[in-house]
């Protein structure tokens, strides 16, 4: 390939020897296997008689026609201009300027040869236009990528496969296999959800409301909210290793810990493995009083009046309110499918903490209320949502959480308090 930076002297020269090359071989090849050039009619003006002319090859125009004393008489295309195909034309075409929108530069023109753009990465050419790549809807992945010249090509995820996502380069995922994991399959996986293991653990839930929705009794709200200090710190993996094996009492195992790591995303997995360590170590003196708190923080969050007999319209003004990331409409109508209306608000605030860790719960439910308070919403509805925020701010077990898992982090050798800065 010629280098984009030389001379233009030496381009020149260059193409013009290519193209004298080229009808040296051209020529050869019709002396050498008597193959016929292609032919046209041309009508000569001056002796109004008609001749059948040999036409003029890629790379060159014809310069005169023939006549009854000459043949056909062929020159090379000059500097910018090309001709691809054998042709009776009197010029060459003229190659492009620029290359159009969503395009990118690929080859210079020649004289055989126009300039050669090609669609940006994402894009495909469709009757001279790019055109963006098809996605994949939920349920199908995909089974080729998309090209510069094609679209994506889909295919319907096979049995044992998932995709919950509309993506154009994803393929479908593969169930999680709970029984590899040693764990029991509480729900099986579809073509848009992945299988849930069961953790084995009396009374324990799904490990993750991120992949897999359902409805439990103990809501995870005050958790979430009581586990805050760590979670907010965003330990990478090796910190979080260290920290679970520095709390004390019964270690969490590591089949359990590898299932989170693979089911949660980052700022969840911290939140569910401790939740995982404090059921396992509910038992013990210290943690008891605390595993007590929790449980009463959450039977009053999940008995509040207001949140009985919601309407799907109040539902959406609540979800709308909060700020951040917001939760999936699909989330949405899955909770409205399979909980009960007096758990939509608890279900709505796990999922948006679960995307929203790094803000506070209290304090975004306070600004959600000042909002509300132009909505019709009912009175009952507020007054819950304000027993939350109450609940939240005034509880003493995130003090006491706080100050246990300082004494943990400053007493091991291995994990300072002051690496969750870095």
Same mark, same amino acid.
């Given at each position: 390939m010629r280098s984009q930076q030389a001379a233009p002297a030496t381009m020149k020269l260059a193409n013009w020897y290519g193209t004298h090359v080229l009808l040296l071989a051209v020529s050869f090849t019709w002396a050498l296997h008597e193959i016929p050039a292609p032919t046209y009619q041309h009508w000569d003006p001056v002796t109004t008689h008609s001749f059948t002319c040999d036409q003029c090859p890629p790379g060159t125009f014809v310069q005169h026609h023939c006549n009854a004393n000459r043949k056909t008489v062929c020159s090379p295309c000059p500097a910018h201009h090309y001709s691809e195909n054998w042709h009776w034309d009197e010029k060459c075409q003229y190659c492009t300027v620029v290359c159009k929108e969503k395009q990118n530069f690929q080859h210079e023109c020649n004289?055989?040869?126009?300039?050669?753009?090609? $669609?940006?990465?994402?894009?495909?050419l469709e009757i001279e236009f790019c055109i963006k790549h098809t996605s994949c809807r939920s349920g199908y992945g995909v089974k080729k990528l998309g090209t510069s010249e094609d679209d994506t090509v889909c295919e319907r995820c096979p049995g044992g496969y998932y995709s919950n996502e509309l993506s154009a380069t994803k393929p479908c995922i &593969?169930?999680?296999? $709970?029984?590899?994991?040693?764990?029991? =399959?509480?729900? +099986?996986? =579809?073509?848009t959800r992945d299988a849930v293991c069961d953790t084995n653990e009396k009374g324990s839930s799904s490990p993750c409301f991120h992949? #897999?929705?359902? $409805?439990?009794? @103990?809501? %995870?709200?005050?958790?979430? *909210?009581?586990?805050?200090?760590i979670a907010s710190q965003g330990l990478p993996t090796y910190q979080l290793d260290m920290l679970m094996d520095s709390l004390p009492g019964q270690k969490v195992d590591g089949r359990n810990i590898e299932m989170v790591k693979k089911m949660c995303n980052p700022k969840q997995q911290t939140i569910h493995l401790l939740k995982l360590w404090m059921h396992q170590n509910k038992d013990q003196d210290k943690i008891y009083s605390i595993y007590q708190d929790m449980n009463q923080c959450e039977r009053v969050v999940s008995r509040c009046p207001g949140f009985k007999n919601l309407t799907l319209d109040h539902f959406n003004i609540v979800k709308e309110s909060l700020p951040g990331n917001k939760v999936k409409e699909e989330d949405i109508?899955?909770?409205? &499918?399979? $909980? @009960? +209306?007096? #758990?939509?608000? +608890? #279900?709505?605030?796990?999922?948006?903490?679960?995307?929203?860790? @790094?803000? @506070?719960? *209290?304090?975004v439910l306070s600004q959600s209320l000042k &909002? /509300?308070?132009? #909505? !019709?919403? +009912? &009175? !009952? /509805?507020?007054?819950? /949502?304000?027993?939350?925020?109450?609940?939240?701010?005034? %509880? *003493?077990?995130?003090r006491i959480y706080q100050k246990m898992f300082l004494e943990i982090i400053q007493g091991s050798k291995c994990l300072k308090a002051k690496s969750f800065n870095e």
């Open positions: 004289s055989t040869h126009n300039r050669l753009c090609k $669609c940006i990465e994402g894009y495909h &593969k169930h999680t296999n $709970c029984a590899e994991l040693g764990l029991r =399959t509480s729900s +099986p996986g =579809t073509a992949n #897999q929705l359902e $409805c439990y009794t @103990d809501i %995870s709200l005050c958790e979430e *909210a009581v586990f805050q200090f109508r899955w909770i409205v &499918k399979t $909980c @009960d +209306p007096k #758990q939509y608000i +608890p #279900q709505l605030l796990s999922l948006w903490k679960a995307q929203n860790a @790094d803000q @506070d719960t *209290a304090n &909002k /509300l308070r132009s #909505q !019709k919403v +009912p &009175k !009952k /509805l507020l007054q819950s /949502l304000r027993r939350i925020v109450k609940i939240f701010n005034n %509880s *003493a077990i995130h």
